[in-house]
Nanobody
Framework: QVQVVEAGGGSVQSGGSLRLSCTVS????????MGWFRQAPGKEREGVAS???????RYVESVKGRFTISRDTAKNTVDLQLATLKPEDTAKYYC???????????????????WGEGTQVTVSS
């Protein structure tokens, strides 16, 4: 059974940094697409960043220049470095993955088959 586990959330002040990590186990092949989503209270879950097995990445406009996604394709792990955090970045962050790259960079939930339980990021002003 595929398991997706996130780590690294926490509380920081505005302008601070955090690093989220995600490990996918139980899948014995390369996951072509891995990514991060987030959901704030009362809001829809939105795609934040994605990375495919060819090294291509995509970011939602609101985090460009502040967040960096990186992955170890051989290990099926993906990290998200969050910098210059703002209060509006406060959300539960979810790691997601899919065996195929179809729709990987559309950052839509429908293209990701495996999901973690999420890790909370809280940014105070």
């Amino acid at each position: 059974q595929v398991q997706v586990v996130e780590a690294g959330g926490g509380s920081v002040q505005s302008g601070g940094s955090l690093r989220l990590s995600c490990t996918v186990s139980g899948y014995n092949y390369t996951l072509d697409c891995m990514g991060w989503f987030r959901q704030a209270p009362g809001k829809e879950r939105e795609g934040v960043a994605s990375a495919d097995s060819n090294g291509r990445t995509r970011y939602v406009e609101s985090v460009k220049g502040r967040f960096t996604i990186s992955r170890d394709t051989a290990k099926n792990t993906v990290d998200l470095q969050l910098a210059t955090l703002k209060p509006e970045d406060t959300a539960k962050y979810y790691c997601a993955a899919d065996p195929t790259s179809t729709g990987c960079h559309i950052l839509s939930r429908q293209f990701f088959s495996y999901w973690g339980e999420g890790t909370q990021v809280t940014v105070s002003s």
